[in-house]
């Protein structure tokens, strides 16, 4: 509902969502993993950022 209703905003609400869903599940998942749609790298990367800061001891990067 809250992604139908964002409108313009999607991709922030989108964000809002999936910070909401790891802190609420971050005592039962291990990690997380991030995928940017294409064009939208720079949000998505602060949004890694944000995590790494918020769970350092979790946090590790990976790259293909």
């Not at 993993?33 to 990976?62: D, M």
């Amino acid at each position: 509902e809250r992604m139908a209703d964002a409108g313009e905003r999607g991709l922030a609400v989108g964000l809002e969502i999936a910070w909401q869903l790891v802190e609420e599940l971050s005592e039962l998942i291990s990690g997380v993993y991030v995928v940017p749609s294409f064009g939208k790298v720079r949000p998505v990367a602060e949004f890694a950022s944000r995590l790494r800061a918020a769970h350092p001891a979790a946090a590790s990067v990976s790259s293909c």
